[in-house]
T-cell receptor, first 111, second 112 residues
Framework: NAGVTQTPKFQVLKTGQSMTLQCAQD?????MSWYRQDPGMGLRLIHY???????DQGEVPNGYNVSRSTTEDFPLRLLSAAPSQTSVYFC??????????FGPGTRLTVL | KQEVTQIPAALSVPEGENLVLNCSFT??????LQWFRQDPGKGLTSLLL?????REQTSGRLNASLDKSSGRSTLYIAASQPGDSATYLC???????????FGSGTKLNVKP
């Protein structure tokens, strides 16, 4: 059981570039979410999904897109990277109303 | 919007001391509350989950309590050890919302 996996672990982008952060879970969890963690601000919810084909916005969705075509995968797309998107990104999954399990994170720097 | 606050932001204690970490939230209509531990450069590890109908949960040296009416939760760590040094975060899920709101964490340092 790998749990929640994220790739890549580190990424450096130039302003305006696009990329996709990958997240996968093998626990058959219906709920998946993306957070960003910035110093002194805790974790903020970007987007979440309650099942395949269903996504919704969190607190800070601007500049990010998601889709959920399978139960296992929940990729996060940065459309046109900006320095304000420099952060650590975490993916999490859970059963409805149950414990959240987090991936190891992706450290993103936008120059 | 749910606001979650953790005070203090940092705490340093000698080994063996019992300690309490605090988490407060503004909207008492919560579904559950979860405590996490985060080591530097790592992801979050779940410690305890308290459903809204529960008053407390225990795991080993950890005990978490929940008082919805006052909008507070505490994480009690007994007989602290240097290995407990980490950042501790709480997160609340609101009723009828699939959104979790995090506090900014308490950074704990347990000195040998």
């Amino acid at each position: 059981n790998a749990g929640v996996t994220q790739t890549p672990k580190f990424q450096v982008l130039k302003t305006g570039q696009s990329m996709t952060l990958q997240c996968a879970q093998d626990m058959n969890h219906e709920y998946m979410s993306w957070y960003r963690q910035d110093p002194g601000m805790g974790l903020r919810l970007i987007h979440y999904s309650v099942g395949a084909g269903i996504t919704d916005q969190g607190e800070v969705p601007n500049g990010y897109n998601v889709s959920r075509s399978t139960t296992e995968d929940f990729p996060l797309r940065l459309l046109s990277a900006a320095p304000s998107q420099t952060s650590v990104y975490f993916c999490a999954s859970s059963r409805q109303g149950d414990t959240q399990y987090f991936g190891p994170g992706t450290r993103l720097t936008v120059l | 919007k749910q606001e979650v606050t953790q005070i203090p932001a940092a705490l340093s204690v000698p080994e063996g001391e019992n300690l309490v970490l605090n988490c407060s939230f503004t909207d008492s209509a919560i579904y559950n509350l979860q405590w996490f531990r985060q080591d530097p450069g790592k992801g979050l590890t779940s410690l305890l989950l308290i459903q809204s109908s529960q008053r407390e949960q225990t795991s080993g040296r950890l005990n978490a309590s929940l008082d919805k009416s006052s909008g507070r939760s505490t994480l009690y760590i007994a007989a602290s050890q240097p290995g407990d040094s980490a950042t501790y975060l709480c997160a609340v899920r609101r009723v009828n919302f699939n959104k979790f709101y995090f506090g900014s964490g308490t950074k704990l340092n347990v000195k040998p």
